[in-house]
């Protein structure tokens, strides 16, 4: 039987056995550049460079410095302060990436910010979290790899692959090395419960929990109650993020009035907007831990502050994605 030209035969395979995206490149926006550079020391992989700056007006523009046509790219970017320059020099970035021929782009996103507004939870407000992942996808992302999303169903928001990843193993890690004794974890609200349940559950510790109602749509957090026995207890309050330090500055007075010894606070993402550094300078923490997932510039920096990088995990991501290596493996690793 004759067969048109190129026409696959049923010998033929179906796929393409070479590796489909390229070589791995790594971009980096302005936002977190020395975790970029971190990652390109685990992965051995140098940061290519691309020119980044603003008009007068504004305006960002950007040109990368070497083709990136059918290579697998990967462009780190937290979306953090200033959240709104960061998210639009993301989809610039990816724009320019997707007219380049870049073979596959995908958005490393260590901060999803507007992450807290993933839902309609009163008459006539927007679910930013939603555009956000629009805006990434129709600026022509192929994937997604994050962190600790404030709200795990924000994967969803997205039509392409999302791998997200949790920081809260290192933190795990870090607190069991510590070796606290007779320690308590806390959930700084009910909606932290889960997070804070399966911390405990790794440091065979008990769980309290904080119940905290936000007044209006103001940043002010009201601590209401505590659940579960501190007194005596090494405390550990575990939360996704530390904004302006109101939920924990509220966990810390409760913790203190029902008698826990030290207490210390943990978080993937340090974003310490104002007045998080002088209202948590303040008070009293052993310690406070969070991850470089988030730029925290030398004003931020405070006593007591840990910061624990996070990227060997998401360069073995990196790593993983582009060899096509199973991600979820490393959960069960
Ligand atoms: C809230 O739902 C989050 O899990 C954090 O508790 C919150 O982002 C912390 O914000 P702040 O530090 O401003 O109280």
Redesign the pocket.
């Known amino acids: 039987m004759s067969m048109l030209p190129g026409t696959p035969c049923a010998e033929e395979p179906m796929y393409h056995e070479e590796p489909m995206y390229g070589t791995m490149r790594l971009f980096s926006g302005r936002a977190n550049m020395p975790l970029a550079q971190r990652i390109s020391e685990y992965l051995k992989v140098p940061l290519d460079e691309a020119e980044i700056f603003e008009f007068p007006n504004e305006n960002i523009f950007v040109r990368l410095k070497k083709s990136v046509r059918a290579q697998d790219v990967f462009l780190i970017q937290p979306t953090c302060s200033p959240v709104n320059r960061s998210i639009m020099e993301l989809l610039i970035m990816i724009d320019t990436l997707k007219r380049a021929s870049a073979g596959r782009i995908t958005a490393v996103i260590p901060y999803y910010g507007y992450g807290?507004t993933d839902k309609k939870d009163q008459p006539r407000v927007p679910i930013t979290a939603r555009l956000i992942a629009d805006m990434i996808t129709v600026a022509g992302a192929n994937r997604v790899l994050t962190v600790d999303l404030?709200a795990g169903q924000i994967q969803g928001f997205f039509s392409i692959p999302v791998d997200e990843m949790t920081a809260m193993p290192l933190l795990v890690r870090y607190f069991r090395e510590k070796g606290i004794a007779n320690p308590v974890i806390v959930a700084?609200?009910v909606?932290?419960t889960k997070r804070a349940r399966n911390f405990a559950q790794a440091l065979d510790a008990p769980l309290a929990v904080i119940e905290?109602r936000r007044v209006e749509n103001r940043?002010t957090?009201r601590v209401l109650n505590l659940i579960g026995r501190v007194r005596g207890k090494n405390a550990i309050i575990v939360?996704?993020?530390?904004?302006?330090?109101?939920?924990?500055?509220?966990a810390f007075e409760i913790l203190r009035k029902r008698g826990a010894q030290e207490i210390y606070a943990c978080?993937t993402h340090g974003?310490f907007?104002p007045p998080?550094v002088e209202r948590l300078s303040a008070l009293g923490f052993a310690e406070i831990v969070v991850t470089d997932t988030v730029l925290i510039p030398p004003e931020k920096q405070m006593p007591h502050l840990k910061v624990l990088s996070v990227a060997p995990l998401l360069g073995e991501v990196i790593r993983r994605i582009h060899t096509g290596e199973s991600v979820g493996a490393m959960a069960l690793a």
């Open positions: 807290r404030h700084p609200d909606g932290a905290k940043p957090a939360d996704d993020e530390i904004d302006t330090g109101g939920s924990l500055a509220g978080a974003v907007s998080a």
